[in-house]
Structure formats: structure tokens, C-alpha cells
């Protein structure tokens, strides 16, 4: 299944089931499966988008007469992992990151009120756990958010304690493997048996660099562009029959 098949499908129930024949065959061999926690989890920052977080982070270095650290284009970035990368190359292990990084968490932790989850995705949480697979996070969002945000929606048993998320070592963030490395050690798994989930060219990027297998979750034709532009090959514009197809594993 390549990228034309993030859009709607054509033929009716015919088209329909063969989605979810060809996402079936895709998954059968899946043991492991990584989630990206923002996107195809939820959207952490439903109430206040990602750019305004983004926009606040460049606000914060300028208060403080740094503003300078960034280039144009990175403080036009409406990703601000993108501006907490630009900050930790040019000043690493520094107490200015460390602030940056501390800041950047409790935005997260206030944001896990009025994060939305993802349509379907804890049918399909739950579901891939009933028939056997086993589940990990792995994201650039701070750990202690995607506890609380699982713990909220009551599906943090279906992964604790295997959440692995940034680290204080601001380099290793995706697209660097790390965050999906860590994973695969601690669950024994083998990466030709794993699948991750993700919306965001970094995170197929992560996933190849660690040999793992990919599924793109691009909700609009924007996400789809660039995870096509990246080279994922393997799209869907909603996780419902990705849903069906792990529903008929069992």
C-alpha cells in the first residue's frame, strides 16, 4: 500500500476491505509495535497549537537576549523540537538547555488536559494488546507527559513501563534512532517483527535508521506529502482499518 491510499478510498466496500486486507498482511508478522505519542496518539496540543509553543520558546531566548542563537528560518519553525535542537548544537549540556528542555515539559504536562486522542486509536491500543502484541511509546515528548496522558485515557497498562521519550541528551532525539533503540532492547524485540507508527518525517527516519518497519499516519495531504517526500510508503489517513486489520489477527 503506498501513499495514494491516504486518500479516500474509491468502490465502495470492495475498496474497503481491500485496505484492510492489505494493512492485514502488513501486521501479521508484528510483535512490537512503537507508537509516536503526538499524532498518532493524540494531539497533545489541541488546545494550543504546537507553532504558538514554538513561537513562545523563541519569545523565551529573546527576553533574554539570545534570540540571536536561532537563524530566521528556525524562528519562523512551528516545531518546537526544531528550536530545542537549533538551541542544544550550539550551546550542549548547558544550563540554558536545561531550562529550555524544563520549560518545554510542563507546556507538555499542561497541554495532557486538553490533548484530543487520535480517532480509533484506543480500540486499536487495546485491541493489539488482546491479541498478543506488545506495545511501546517512542517520542520526543517528555515521559512523565505520556504517563499522564495514557493513565488519563486508561490505557497505561497497555504499555508501562515501556515509554521512551527525550532524555536530557537533546541530540539524541528523532530523527536519531535512540528513543526506538531503547525499545527494541528492552523488549528483546527483533526490528524485522516490529512496526512503528508515526506522522512526521523524523519518525520514519528513526524508524529506518533502527531497521524497523514503518506505518505512516498522515491525517491530511500536508502530512502525507512530507512523509511521501521522505520515503515512507506505507500511509493511511485514519487508524479505523488499521483497526479492522488487527481486530481479524484475533
Same mark, same amino acid.
Not at 88 to 115: G, I
Not at 125 to 142: D, K, S
Not at 198 to 211: E, F, K, L, M, T
Given at each position: ?54 513561537? #513562545? %520558546? /523563541?519569545?523565551? =531566548?529573546? *527576553?533574554?537576549?539570545? +534570540?540571536?542563537? @536561532?537563524? !530566521?528560518?528556525?524562528?519562523?519553525? &512551528? ?15 548547558? #544550563? %540554558? /538547555?536545561?531550562? =529550555?528542555? *524544563?520549560?518545554?515539559? +510542563?507546556?507538555? @504536562?499542561? !497541554?495532557?488536559?486538553?490533548?484530543? &486522542? ?16 506488545? %506495545? ?115
Amino acid at each position: 500500500m503506498r501513499s495514494e491510499s491516504t486518500r479516500p478510498a474509491a468502490g465502495g466496500a470492495d475498496a474497503v476491505a481491500d485496505e484492510t486486507e492489505r494493512l492485514r498482511e502488513l501486521v501479521a508478522s508484528v510483535r512490537v509495535v512503537l507508537f509516536d505519542f503526538d499524532g498518532p496518539i493524540c494531539r497533545l496540543f489541541a488546545g494550543r497549537p504546537a507553532a504558538d509553543v514554538a513561537r #513562545d %520558546l /523563541v519569545r523565551w =531566548l529573546q *527576553e533574554r537576549g539570545l +534570540r540571536g542563537l @536561532l537563524t !530566521a528560518e528556525e524562528k519562523e519553525e &512551528p516545531d518546537p523540537f526544531v528550536v530545542l535542537r537549533a538551541v542544544a548544537r550550539r550551546h550542549p549540556d548547558s #544550563d %540554558l /538547555v536545561a531550562e =529550555l528542555e *524544563e520549560w518545554l515539559t +510542563r507546556q507538555e @504536562l499542561n !497541554a495532557v488536559t486538553t490533548a484530543m &486522542p487520535t480517532a480509533y486509536v484506543d480500540p486499536l491500543i487495546r485491541t493489539w494488546t488482546a491479541v498478543g502484541a506488545r %506495545l511501546a511509546v517512542t517520542t520526543n515528548n517528555a515521559p512523565c507527559a505520556v504517563g499522564r496522558y495514557l493513565e488519563r485515557r486508561g490505557t497505561l497498562s497497555c504499555f508501562a513501563p515501556h515509554i521512551y521519550g527525550r532524555t536530557q541528551d537533546l541530540s539524541l532525539l528523532k530523527p536519531h534512532p535512540d528513543c526506538v533503540e531503547r525499545a527494541l532492547r528492552a523488549l528483546g524485540a527483533q526490528p524485522r517483527s516490529t512496526l512503528m507508527i508515526g506522522d512526521a518525517p523524523s519518525d520514519y527516519v528513526a524508524a529506518r535508521r533502527a531497521g524497523v518497519r514503518f506505518l505512516g499516519y498522515a491525517r491530511n495531504e500536508r502530512k502525507a506529502k512530507l512523509l511521501s517526500s521522505a520515503g515512507a510508503e506505507h500511509l493511511v489517513q485514519s487508524l479505523e482499518p488499521l483497526c479492522r486489520a488487527v481486530f481479524r489477527l484475533g
